[in-house]
């Protein structure tokens, strides 16, 4: 259990981007978050976008790198995975 950040390859706003989660609470997921100054703005139900500029020292914080199948794999057996049926129906933030 713990946190887990994908390699950063999803683009927008002129830089790559990482998933960071937790396997285990949506609590545990803001806690390490906060502690590592990632703005909560940033959340999107299930997790949050980091910026590519973030990564290794979220990596060097405790974030487990994993890939992005290994990721989603582990949030879904968690039980926090938002599908996208539920992301069209949910405000982001919460």
């Known amino acids: 259990m713990g946190i887990l950040i994908d390699q950063p390859a999803w683009p927008a706003h002129g830089t790559l ?8 609470s949506l609590e545990e997921l803001h806690a390490f978050a906060a502690a590592q100054g990632v703005p ?3 959340f999107d139900l ?7 500029s973030s990564y290794d020292a979220l ?4 974030a487990e790198p994993v890939d992005f199948r290994g990721l989603v794999t ?8 938002v599908t996208a049926r539920e992301r069209r129906s949910r405000p982001r933030g919460h």
């Open 40 to 42: 909560r703005r940033g």
């Open 74 to 81: 582990r949030l879904r057996a968690s039980g926090l995975r």
């Open 17 to 24: 981007w990482s998933h960071l989660v937790s396997d285990a």
């Open 46 to 52: 299930d997790h949050y976008d980091v910026p590519q």
């Open 59 to 62: 990596v060097a914080a405790g």
